[in-house]
């Protein structure tokens, strides 16, 4: 059984950190671009960053670019997206997916799996 786990969330002050993190169990994460996606209450879920297989290629979305960074680690089985100078626009919860196509990860409907989300609130 394939699981996505996410860890890391909470509740942090504007300008400040978290560090996300997606545990995978039941499926190999380095034979799959991984990407982070976020909801917020009352909005659609949006993408929010993706990484490739061997890590060399990342995207973001304009709204956390500089800000947000992905990275793996493939023989933890995990993937990361260190958070920086978080504003209260980044309040949403958090969810980690993994599709098998770098085409196909920046769409909701063309991931393989999804993690159950970990919250992430951020004051102001």
């Known amino acids: 059984q394939v699981q996505l786990v996410e860890s890391g969330g909470g509740l942090v002050q504007a300008g400040g950190s978290l560090r996300l993190s997606c545990a995978a169990s039941?499926?190999?994460?380095?034979?799959?671009?991984v990407g982070w996606f976020r909801q917020a209450p009352g909005k659609e879920r949006e993408f929010v960053a993706a990484i490739s297989w061997s890590g060399t290629t990342t995207y973001y979305a304009d709204s956390v670019k500089g800000r947000f960074t992905i990275s793996r680690d493939n023989a933890k089985n995990t993937v990361y997206l260190q958070m920086n100078s978080l504003k209260p626009e980044d309040t949403a919860v958090y969810y980690c997916?993994?599709?098998?196509?770098?085409?196909?990860?920046?769409?909701?409907?063309?991931?393989?799996?999804w993690g159950k989300g970990t919250l992430v609130t951020v004051s102001s």
């Open positions: 997916a993994a599709a098998s196509s770098g085409a196909t990860i920046y769409n909701v409907n063309g991931i393989d799996y």
């Open positions: 039941g499926v190999t994460l380095s034979s799959y671009w």
